[in-house]
């Protein structure tokens, strides 16, 4: 992502989506680079030091702190721009994206560095698996909505209490199954309680580092699914940072690429 892709974008309206969940939808200026983006595209959220949002795009030499979200979705004729944020603890010491959306209000500002491109699900397999916590719900929902209308399978979401109403419009031959979301190894757990259609799967996962973990291995030695089949990735990592994150991600791709 080229660090001079910046916009300043101001909140539009804010909405709970559930339970530990909002919905901010933003506006802004020149944002046609998010128009025609695969679905669950990101952004970078700009912090200064302090985690306090910063509000132009003017390249400063100051140490930017930024956070990475995904686009939920870009109506391109209004230029809104939509981001679903799990919120989790309640200072700016707790994570500074989690506590600017859990007060952030209509009007304010925020700077903002993109659009990136994650990998998407496999086209390849005979059936999907689309797999996270509420950090990859709304990367799930813009796939999901975007799969062919007769594509079969499951959306198997980790959560702490049961979401009635997930806004996403699914094919109907998805199935989505909630689960709790009790430790790390929920998700990778769940993969023994469906029943495994015919064929082999294209696989999506994203989540906390550890479940990926377990997941990970899950798939390699319980089900032997080729990896080619296969895209998973954390999106965060309990007790550490995003930056800290990152790092701990690197090395354990190295690690896990001598590994095979
Ligand atoms: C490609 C990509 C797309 C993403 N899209 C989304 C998205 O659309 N919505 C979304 O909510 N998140 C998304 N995330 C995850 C988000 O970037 C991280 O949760 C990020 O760490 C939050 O930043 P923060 O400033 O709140 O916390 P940080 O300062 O990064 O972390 C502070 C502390 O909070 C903890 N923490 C961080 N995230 C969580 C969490 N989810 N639950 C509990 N504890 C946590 C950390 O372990 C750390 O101890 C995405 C991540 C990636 C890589």
Redesign the pocket.
Known sequence: MKKTNRYVLTVHSVNSLCAG?KRIVFTGKDLQPFANTPPGS?LKLL?NQF?EPVHCTLDSKQKL?V????V?HFDQQHQLLT???????GTV?????????STATIGDKIAVQGP?F?KNISQQGDWVLLMG???????ISAQVEALAADSQGYVILAVEDEITDLRITTPPGIQIIQIKAEDHHALASALHDIEWLSGLPSVWA?C?FSSMRVIRSELDEQFEIPRSQVYL???????????Q?KIDKRQDMEDYSTLR
């Open positions: 969940m990101y912090f985690g702190l956070r990475t979200y995904t939920r981001i679903d944020f799990m919120l989790h603890g010491e707790d994570g500074p994206a989690s506590y600017w959306a990136g994650s916590d509420l950090t990859a719900l709304p990367a994203a906390e990735t954390s999106y965060w990592r309990k007790g550490r940072s995003e930056d994150h």
